[in-house]
Structure formats: structure tokens, C-alpha cells
């Protein structure tokens, strides 16, 4: 199994999610974060004044699918995220070594 994180920006989120429903994903964590990567964030005026925002708002996305269906979310992912401006995300890809539903006690790829 596979955790993909991705973080992407937050106008891209029903996209994203529209674009994983049709691939077959089932189930995702959807989170609100702040950050940033090269572009160290960027600067605003407001009300004449200047100043730094060094974390620009992000969401983080998770998903945990079996290891076949990996390229498939990736590829959706980064597809329905693009916007080809600075600061489009990127996407982690874990290896899972088990997983267990609460509730029934199922395991691994059952607990999807």
C-alpha cells in the first residue's frame, strides 16, 4: 500500500477531488496547512503598508490505495491540481506497511 500526500492550493481542492473520485478512490483526509518552497512566500500592501507573508495557505491531501492504483492517483492528482504558476505543490509517496479499520478490525488493503 501507498500514503500519497500532496499539497496542494486551496482553490484546487474540488478538482482534485472530483478528478480521484473518478479514478476509483474511495476515501481521503483533507487538511488546511501553511507553508512554503522556493518562492519563500511573497509580499503584500495593505493599506499602504508592505509587509512579508512567509506561509502561504496550502491543504494537504492523503490517500492510502494499493500499490497499483498509485500511478493512477498520482497522475489525477497532478493533472486537476496544475495551474502552471509558481507554487502549484508537490506530492509525497510513502510505502504503507499495514493498516487496521477500527471499527471491524479489518486489515491492509480490507481496511480501504
Given amino acids: 500500500m501507498k500514503l500519497i500526500m500532496a499539497i496542494i492550493k486551496p482553490f484546487k481542492l474540488d478538482e482534485?477531488?472530483?478528478a480521484l473520485t473518478d479514478v476509483g478512490v474511495e476515501g481521503l483526509t483533507v487538511s488546511e496547512v501553511k507553508g512554503y518552497g522556493r518562492q519563500k512566500g511573497h509580499t503584500e500592501?495593505?493599506?499602504?503598508?508592505?509587509?512579508?507573508i512567509s506561509f502561504l495557505?496550502?491543504?494537504k491531501i492523503e490517500i492510502v490505495v494499493d500499490d497499483d492504483m498509485?500511478?493512477?492517483?498520482i497522475e489525477a492528482v497532478s493533472g486537476a491540481a496544475k495551474t502552471g504558476q509558481i507554487g502549484d505543490?508537490?506530492?509525497f509517496?510513502?510505502?504503507?506497511?499495514?493498516?487496521?479499520r477500527i471499527r471491524t478490525g479489518e486489515t491492509d488493503s480490507s481496511a480501504l
Fill in 89 to 91: 505543490g508537490k506530492i
Fill in 93 to 100: 509517496v510513502y510505502s504503507i506497511e499495514n493498516a487496521v
Fill in 45 to 52: 500592501i495593505y493599506r499602504g503598508a508592505e509587509y512579508a
Fill in 57 to 59: 495557505p496550502k491543504i
Fill in 70 to 73: 498509485a500511478d493512477k492517483v
Fill in 16 to 18: 482534485v477531488r472530483e
